[in-house]
């Protein structure tokens, strides 16, 4: 395609976008929120990169100021999703898909912890997430790699390690650049946009089974509303730790489910009675002295456990509280307490 060419489909997608950013931001009375196939559609203009980032940045700001609806979540999945399967194909069956987008303020992230008990078992699990620089906040990708464990920058270097461990981080830009960009808008914004509710939902290697951490309150009903809508196999979302994936052990958790077509709320009281958490204490020795028994930390091991019971249950079918912590006891015992000396 010759540069004019080039430029003229630029200019008419363009085009087509503007009529998305007039709906939203009419007013009081004259804005609506998207439709399913207009959400779609206008996630497929930005996803071909030749829309402008003034109208990429209106267009979200515009959907923050109200929250998106679940007909714009699903309409913006379905066009991700769509948009991630014409990639590479993984070449290797995922089994769990992890996205940690949020994260830790102050504690640790234990979910990690959770993930690599679960992957030691023989689930295969893909976490991804994408790191803001110069927020107070402990973001996994930075953890994984201050461990010793690889970040995955290729789908070959991914399916690699989930043979060889059934553990695999891959950051968002390395995923998709434009879904990247898309996040890095908060640099230029000074807020999150709604993108970070579609790379939760997106499932990128379009894995069995999901787990979604939100942090604000009546995002796990959108989620869910959203998976059943998009007809997705097995979810469970969950007002987490900062907004990850991890149980708090000093709250009551909420858990919703999605699967055989079938929605459901469990109430889990709060493991831990009394506060143990440790925010002024982040050193990462405290990660791996946990996983090797050297030391118990009294707030990870209920973060730990909690995670594991919440996650085991979606993946066994088991409702029960108390049958998935005996599920979870179970699969920490067979963790591999080695595992970090190989890679520390």
Same mark, same amino acid.
């Given at each position: 395609m010759t540069g004019r060419a080039t430029m003229r489909t630029v200019i008419r997608t363009a085009n087509d976008f503007t009529q998305y950013v007039k709906i939203l931001g009419r007013g009081k009375k004259g804005a609506r929120s998207l439709t399913v196939e207009e959400a779609e559609h206008a996630m497929s203009l930005m996803l071909s990169g030749n829309i402008a980032p003034e109208q990429s940045g209106a267009f979200w700001m515009l959907i923050r100021i109200r929250e998106e609806t679940v007909e714009e979540t699903v309409g913006f999945t379905k066009a991700t999703r769509d948009y991630l399967s014409k990639k590479e194909v993984l070449g290797i069956k995922v089994d769990l898909d992890w996205p940690a987008y949020a994260g830790k303020r102050?504690?640790? &992230?234990?979910?990690?912890?959770?993930?690599?008990?679960?992957?030691?078992?023989? /689930?295969?699990? /893909?976490m991804h997430g994408h790191t803001f620089e110069g927020e107070n906040r402990m973001y996994v990708e930075h953890v994984i790699s201050q461990l010793g464990l690889p970040v995955c920058h290729s789908r070959g270097q991914l399916k690699q390690e989930l043979e060889a461990?059934?553990?695999a981080y891959? &950051?968002? *830009?390395? *995923?998709?650049?434009?879904l990247g960009n898309m996040m890095d808008l908060k640099y230029v914004l000074g807020l999150r946009s709604p993108v970070n509710t579609v790379v939760r939902m997106m499932n990128p290697f379009f894995s069995d089974h999901s787990v979604h951490g939100v942090f604000h309150r009546g995002y796990d009903q959108l989620h869910l509303s959203a998976c059943e809508q998009l007809g997705d196999a097995s979810v469970l979302v969950f007002r987490g730790g900062n907004g990850e994936a991890e149980v708090n052990p000093e709250r009551d958790v909420t858990l919703g489910k999605w699967q055989n077509d079938v929605a459901t709320w469990s109430e889990w009281p709060k493991a831990e009675k009394e506060h143990k958490r440790l925010k002024n204490n982040l050193d990462l020795s405290r990660l791996t002295d946990h996983w090797r028994g050297e030391q118990l930390d009294q707030f990870g091991e209920q973060a730990v456990r909690q995670t594991i019971a919440s996650v085991a249950g979606l993946l066994y079918g088991v409702t029960s509280h108390e049958e998935c912590l005996v599920l979870a006891d179970d699969i920490w015992t067979r963790r591999d307490k080695t595992y970090f000396d190989s890679v520390l």
């Open positions: 102050n504690e640790l &992230p234990w979910f990690l912890l959770a993930a690599l008990a679960l992957a030691n078992t023989g /689930v295969r699990i /893909v461990n059934c553990f891959m &950051p968002l *830009i390395a *995923i998709d650049k434009s």
